[in-house]
């Protein structure tokens, strides 16, 4: 019997192949047909293994709306997998990937910068954790801080731990993206330079924040995609905080009526997102990177 362990081991590893085959379709490093190709001849690669919705939903100008269009064009059931294609599906598929001019390896456009946030207690932090589960390959923002190290914590993996001279350096050269003082005492930000540089590769990346820090980031980068979560009502955000028993009543409160204000600013982004599923809200946001 397979140790279970292992077995969570190969499927994590599966999981990231196919992430960095997508990846590479989206980013426009390997054409859409030769990856086709691949998949058909190596039945036990990555490639083969994607669902036929991830491929084609991986190709830059295919979206969610066009994928099943697409799907009913070529007669191929969405539960395919890419390498399980039979030989007049596969015909069908290639007459349209050539059609569409999917044969040559483009070049890498620039990445997007997906900021996420939303009032307290509307999960934003649930649905970041579910996107880390089920898309290894997404890229997450590292913020900076002047507090110390908690115990598990990694440096350039949780955060980066700087002094508070570094700090003051970074803010003075312009490179925070935003910053704030948290709790009157420590200060956090979001370092400029890996971000640009990771959207120059070509890399999209996804920015957990708070209203304040995603105005300061949309101001400095226009092209940035904010993204608003809400609460399926406004009852249910009530019943989440309270669940949470991390703060008092009086605290409850305080943070409710922030949740008023917050949520009065969801006109000035650009998608809202409603997070009545982990799964859906977590996936919409994802799709975000590569539509939009």
Not at 109 to 134: Q, S, Y
Request: no cysteine.
């Amino acid at each position: 019997m397979r140790d279970p362990a292992d077995a969570s081991r190969i499927a994590v590893e599966r999981r990231r192949a196919r992430a960095a085959v997508k990846n590479s379709i989206a980013r426009g490093e390997r054409d859409p047909l030769s990856v086709a190709r691949f998949a058909w001849d190596n039945i036990d690669s990555a490639e083969a293994g994607l669902r036929i919705t991830e491929y084609l939903g991986a190709m830059p100008g295919v979206g969610a709306i066009k994928v099943p269009r697409i799907l009913e064009a070529v007669d191929i059931s969405s539960r395919k997998r890419l390498g399980a294609l039979g030989r007049h599906q596969r015909e069908r598929l290639t007459a349209w990937l050539v059609a569409r001019g999917a044969t040559g390896k483009t070049r890498p456009t620039r990445g997007r910068l997906i900021v996420v946030a939303g009032p307290t207690a509307v999960g934003k932090g649930t649905v970041v954790a579910r996107i880390r589960d089920k898309h290894p390959d997404v890229r997450f923002s590292v913020s900076a801080t002047t507090r110390a190290p908690r115990p598990g914590e990694t440096e350039g993996v949780h955060y980066f731990f700087v002094s508070d001279d570094e700090f003051d350096r970074v803010v003075a050269a312009h490179q925070m993206l935003e910053w704030a003082v948290v709790h009157g005492q420590n200060r956090y930000g979001t370092p400029r330079a890996p971000i640009v540089e990771a959207l120059e590769r070509g890399d999209s990346i996804i920015l957990e924040i708070d209203i304040q820090g995603a105005r300061q980031v949309k101001a400095a980068m226009p092209e940035a995609i904010l993204v608003f979560l809400l609460p399926p009502s406004w009852e249910e955000l009530v019943r989440r905080l309270e669940s949470r028993g991390t703060e008092d009543s009086a605290e409850q409160a305080r943070r409710l009526e922030t949740a008023r204000t917050e949520l009065a600013a969801q006109d000035e982004f650009d998608e809202t997102i409603v997070n009545d599923d982990v799964d859906r809200a977590a996936e919409a946001v994802v799709h975000l990177m590569t539509n939009h």
